[in-house]
Nanobody, 122 residues
Framework: QVQLVESGGGLVQAGGSLRLSCAAS????????RAWFRQAPGKEREFVAA????????AYANSVKGRFTISRDNAKNTVYLQMNSLKPEDTAVYYC???????????????WGQGTQVTVSS
């Protein structure tokens, strides 16, 4: 059974930092892009960041550029999202995903985690 399990979410004050992790099990996702999306209440799920299998290519939403960093450890089958200088508007459920290509749309990903809540207080 393929699973993506997120961890590291929580409550943080504005300006603070969090590090999300997404561990995969059931398959290696060799060659797959790994990504993070988020969904705030009443809004559609939106792209946050993505990283290619080798780590040589990354992409970020404009709203998080310069504040968030995506990375991966293929030996651990895990992807990370380091979030710095957090803002209240970053509050959302964060989902990790895996797909064959580096794309910035929900439809580009075949596997999804259950999500982890990130809440940033002002």
């Amino acid at each position: 059974q393929v699973q993506l399990v997120e961890s590291g979410g929580g409550l943080v004050q504005a300006g603070g930092s969090l590090r999300l992790s997404c561990a995969a099990s059931g398959r290696t996702f060799a060659g797959y892009t790994r990504a993070w999306f988020r969904q705030a209440p009443g809004k559609e799920r939106e792209f946050v960041a993505a990283i290619s299998w080798t780590g040589g290519s990354t992409a970020y939403a404009n709203s998080v550029k310069g504040r968030f960093t995506i990375s991966r450890d293929n030996a651990k089958n895990t992807v990370y999202l380091q979030m710095n200088s957090l803002k209240p508007e970053d509050t959302a459920v964060y989902y990790c995903a895996a797909g064959p290509l580096l794309r910035q749309v929900v439809s580009g990903y075949d596997y999804w985690g259950q999500g982890t809540q990130v809440t940033v207080s002002s």
